[in-house]
């Protein structure tokens, strides 16, 4: 978040210290037993500990049992500590939010239609139902909806922008959020959360992870790594009646270390960083998550429902021609268009003149004094300028031409025709009671939307515009946007009844919204992406809220879902793989006396038994701080198809996984030996 939420550097001094301090705390075992891998690997260590300590007592060597246990322990905490890491990230953000809370004196109305008749009220007894007048330098004291007035807010305590926005009652403008700045004018606003259940308080929670929640996936996953865990744990068992079976069996401390290394130690070091970090890349992002789940779900997500006007269309008609009937010309058209376009404040009124500008070199004079402006009215749908020179009229084609008392010429008909096709609106110009042309005002795409959509394509997703306008426009649209499917002159059953729909199917479907009309849609889509800005009822239905209430960002959202899905597949490849090259170590070193011919496995040439053991448990505690920075920043993200996904697997992170312990635990032997350890 650019000015509320100090994004925390990896190698921050006080980060790091508190999470070493936190990783401390993780290591009891009441909190460990919920990660079976690293709880198995605190009970090895617990026991070697008392192995070598009771060597120590009765004098008899105990080194190497000590150097074993030591490194099962920072194995351990090597793993509480990447959790640590991500919890304290949050943990930051969120102490920064908790600056943005201030002790706030709130204007009580005693009467909600007497703006002079209030008391001041502490904001944190404010009580839902409520109102308060806030006026122009003024804290909004909670999270509430303007009832009455209009005013402009900065919400850098929120959103991190520093640019003010407007807020005004009705609509879906009128939601605003505790601890953002009222700089002009004033509003009245009814209080619509508890003291405590503010949305500041829920983003507080959220990016501490107090309300995090472990996500199907990651259940499945514990119970793969557990049942992965009890089968070694049987295999390192009946391992002691093979070698007894010799008469020369292996020592606990040995098993031990055959066990963690072999079990999946890596990912389940990993996994509960991987779950906040995607939380904590998604609150970065400006968009807070009520859970995990939601995170999820969003890397899975099949099909995309994006609003037309605002998301995929810049929002507002833009001039984009002239056309003139015969006997005129275009810069006639232009020029008229220009002068009755004078008193237009509207967007499409000031387009009309940036147009004419580029198109023709036209530049807009100043409204001369004594004009007659002649403002548009839904009765005449007409809108124009009498000045001394002539009388400039603008309008609907058929309000205008009736105006007129004529008809239109059929090659103004054919354009009229060839832009409702495309989409557009076609606006009639006359000059003096002489229709000159038409104006073509369109729903601009925005750049870099067919793009965009290609990508998602790519990826496996579904695009669906949704949108009021009539079949014809949002066909003209949706071709231009590139958009797989629409859904015109849509309600929010037509919205809701497509979801359900695509449910039914077996997708998932992400959605985002701000009225309370999309509030059914975004409660019914596995991802519903509410905006900040939007209507009370639009954010408690999703399960995600964007700060910047930017709708397009839901194609951000999914990336970065597929991000965590995508991250917590390449470290499990990477972590299975590490246990073959471990076997090449450990297994040759155990059974070699017994059985020599297994000197064969010993590729590595590893200088001693001892040295093999060792250097093996360094390396799989050591990896695990190797890849802290790997599991919070994320995998990279391309848009690439399932299968090339899993050749970039298996080729970066099985083959990776492969060779890195050979090196690795080949680099430690030699140092151990250079030390005099082996």
């Known amino acids: 978040m650019a000015t509320t939420i100090r994004r925390a550097a990896m190698l921050d001094r006080a980060l790091l210290l508190r999470a070493t301090i ?9 909190r460990l037993v919920r990660n079976p891998v690293i709880f198995v690997t605190e009970i090895m260590a617990i026991l070697v500990t008392l192995l070598a300590s009771r060597a120590a007592l009765l004098g008899d060597p105990f080194g190497f049992q000590a150097g074993i246990a030591l490194w099962l322990w920072l194995t351990v905490l090597f793993a509480t ?11 930051a953000q969120a102490e920064s939010l908790r600056r943005a809370r201030t002790e706030t004196q709130a204007k009580l109305l005693l009467r909600p239609d007497d703006r002079t008749l209030w008391q001041p009220r502490a904001a944190a007894e404010l009580r839902v139902g409520e109102f308060v007048l806030v006026e122009a330098g003024d804290l909004i004291p909670s999270d509430g909806e303007v ?11 929120v959103t991190g922008e520093s640019a003010p926005v407007i807020r005004e009652s009705g609509g879906d403008r009128s939601a605003v959020t505790g601890g953002t700045l009222v700089v002009s004018d004033w509003v009245v606003v009814r209080i619509t959360a508890a003291p405590g259940s503010t949305f500041l308080d829920r983003m507080i929670s959220l990016v501490e992870g107090a309300a995090r929640q472990k996500t199907p996936n990651e259940i499945a996953l514990d119970i793969l790594l557990a049942g992965m865990t009890i089968i070694f744990l049987i295999a390192v068992a009946s391992l002691v009646g093979i070698a007894s079976w010799n008469g020369q069996p292996p020592s606990v401390a040995v098993l031990a270390a055959l066990l963690v290394t072999l079990i999946p130690t890596t990912i389940g070091g990993l996994l509960s960083a991987i779950g906040i970090a995607g939380m904590d890349r998604l609150v970065r992002f400006n968009v807070l998550a009520t859970s995990g789940r939601a995170v999820e779900a969003a890397g899975d997500v099949d099909v995309l429902l994006l609003d037309k006007t605002g998301t ?6 833009q001039a984009a021609g002239f ?6 010309t275009a810069a006639e058209v232009a020029e008229a268009a220009v ?16 147009f004419a500008r580029e198109r023709f070199g036209i530049e807009a004079p100043s409204l001369p004094e004594g004009a007659r402006v002649i403002p548009f009215t839904a009765q005449t749908r007409i809108s124009g300028l009498d000045l001394p020179q002539g009388r400039y ?14 008809e239109a010429p059929p090659a103004l008909r054919q354009a009229v025709e060839r832009i409702a096709r495309a989409g557009g609106t076609p606006l009639a110009v006359a000059r003096d009671g002489r229709l000159l042309g038409a104006i073509e005002l369109k729903d601009i795409v925005k750049t870099g939307m067919r793009a965009r959509f290609d990508a998602l394509r790519r990826m496996g997703i579904r695009t669906v515009m949704v949108t009021g306008d009539n079949r014809l426009t949002a066909a003209a649209i949706a071709a231009e946007a590139g958009v797989d499917d629409f859904i015109a002159e849509a309600t929010p059953e037509d919205k809701l009844g497509y979801i359900r729909r695509a449910q039914a199917e077996g997708r998932l479907v992400a959605m985002a919204g701000d009225g309370t009309n999309d509030a059914p849609a975004l409660a019914q889509a596995d991802v519903g992406l509410a905006m900040q800005t939007g209507t009370q009822a639009a954010r408690e239905a999703g399960n995600m809220v964007d700060l910047d209430s930017d709708p397009t960002k839901l194609i951000e959202v999914v990336e970065i879902g597929k991000q965590l899905l995508i991250t917590r597949g390449a470290l499990t490849t990477f972590s299975i793989a590490n246990d073959v090259a471990k076997y090449f170590a450990i297994l040759p070193a155990i059974f070699v006396a017994s059985y020599p011919e297994l000197g064969v496995l010993n590729v590595m040439h590893l200088a001693s038994p001892e040295s093999a053991i060792l250097s093996a448990v360094i390396f799989n505690a050591l990896i695990i701080v190797a890849l802290v920075p790997l599991a919070l920043r994320g995998v990279a993200y391309a848009p690439v198809g399932a299968a090339a996904l899993l050749r970039r697997n298996l080729l970066i992170y099985g083959l990776g996984g492969i060779v890195a312990p050979f090196a690795g635990i080949k680099l430690i032997d030699l140092l151990l030996v250079t030390l005099g350890f082996a």
């Open 81 to 91: 500590f990447a959790e640590a890491m991500a919890e304290g990230r949050g943990r």
């Open 323 to 328: 056309i003139p009937v015969p006997g005129a």
């Open 22 to 30: 936190d990783a401390l705390g993780k290591l009891d075992p009441r």
């Open 339 to 354: 002068l009755s376009s004078l008193a237009d404040e509207t967007p499409e009124g000031r387009s009309i003149l940036a």
């Open 147 to 157: 009832v009455e007035g209009i005013a402009s807010v900065n919400e850098a305590a």
């Open 393 to 406: 009229r603008k309008g609907a084609v058929d309000a205008l031409v009736r105006s007129l008392g004529g």
């Open 312 to 317: 995929i269309t810049l929002g507002n008609r």
